[in-house]
């Protein structure tokens, strides 16, 4: 275990980001972000950032391809860019988690090249937390706080930062920088997380019965009246991983990209013959269905939600996943 003075983190991340980029979550435009560091920038000061760490892997908007039309000759571009090597600091254990959650939607075969590239490229570097807030509920879903994983997990206690490498890659990257100090891994405090008021969501009820069962549940009707059908919940959302592909025409070729769309969006499942989610209570059922059934059926049981708590702090009619978990479990809002 190797040991970093906390006042000197600034030289950290000199070290870090002379090898090559390096992200960290810090304050921009008043909100808390993965931002390339540059020298003086602090890390924000809040537990976690406002969008996840989600946006390094999978862009909100990223270009696919291109097509140049000339005559009947169709000429594609394949526009990839060779992605440098780079590293993420200050990743919680919901975000690290959230990393395999979508691991296995997109480098199933065939991989999506896109993601598979910056995976590839990523060293993360996570940061157990300490102080967590009310709307945490990661515990609930098996993650150690503490234990946060990555390539290198780090810890702070007292004056200093504690790092650990738990790959190859991790310990590459540790090499790499000055000699540091040995010491033991902080004992940490884990009380704090026993008195979190989401601590006992139980989400293992869904293993319990069919697909069905929570399917034809009477609460999907209620529960989604006062859905706003916004989306904000699924853009913030670390787990997420709905996409559009469209062609825009730029005059001389045609360009293809993806962007984030929502399951909570009435056109998502538009096609020739309308819509096959017709009003809200199906778009919303699909989204809770999707995290706490469809994914664990597919993925042995696992929930398609790391508990960071982001939806229960944006949703403008506080809605979210835990109310969801809990009117499901009772069969009544
Ligand atoms: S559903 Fe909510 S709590 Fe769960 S991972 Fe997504 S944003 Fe976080
Ligand atoms: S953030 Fe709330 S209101 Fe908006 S789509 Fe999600 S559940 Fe509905």
Redesign the pocket.
């Known amino acids: 275990m190797k040991i970093w003075k906390l006042d000197r983190l600034q030289d950290l991340f000199a070290a870090l980001a002379g090898e090559r980029t390096l992200y960290i979550p810090a304050d921009v435009a008043g909100q808390a972000k993965f931002t390339p560091w540059e020298p003086g920038m602090e890390m924000t000061k809040a537990l976690n950032t406002n969008r996840s760490a989600k946006d390094l892997f999978f862009p909100q908007v990223e270009d696919l391809a291109a097509f140049k039309i000339t005559g009947r000759q169709i000429q594609v571009e394949d526009n990839r860019e060779d992605v440098e090597d780079f590293v993420i600091f200050g990743v919680r254990a919901c975000d690290a988690r959230s990393f395999s959650i979508l691991d296995k939607v997109f480098l199933e075969e065939p991989a999506d090249t896109y993601y598979k590239n910056r995976r590839d490229h990523a060293t993360v570097m996570t940061l157990a937390c300490s102080r967590p807030e009310a709307t945490c509920f990661c515990t609930a879903l098996g993650i150690d706080p503490q234990a946060p994983g990555g390539d290198v997990s780090c810890w702070v206690e007292g004056e200093n930062l504690y790092l650990q490498a738990n790959t190859q890659k991790g310990e590459a990257l540790l090499e790499k920088l000055p000699a540091m100090e040995e010491g033991e891994k902080p004992q940490g405090d884990a009380s704090v997380f026993d008195r979190l008021p989401l601590k006992d969501v139980d989400f293992s009820v869904f293993s319990e019965k069919a697909l069905l069962h929570w399917f034809n549940s009477p609460v999907w009707e209620e529960l989604s009246r006062s859905?706003?059908?916004?989306?904000?919940?699924?853009f913030v959302c670390p787990t997420c991983q709905c996409y559009d592909v469209k062609d825009f025409d730029t005059g001389t070729k045609v360009k293809r990209f993806r962007c984030w769309d929502s399951c909570?969006y009435s056109d998502f499942t538009m096609m020739a013959h309308g819509t096959n989610r017709p009003t809200q209570k199906e778009r919303?059922r699909q989204r809770f269905m999707h995290k706490l059934v469809y994914y664990p059926n597919n993925h042995d049981g696992e929930i398609g939600c790391v508990g960071c708590g982001r939806?229960l702090r944006?949703?403008?009619?506080s809605?979210?996943i835990v109310k969801v978990a809990k009117a499901l479990k009772e069969g009544s809002v």
């Open positions: 859905c706003l059908g916004c989306g904000s919940c699924t909570m919303f939806c944006k949703c403008p009619i809605m979210n």
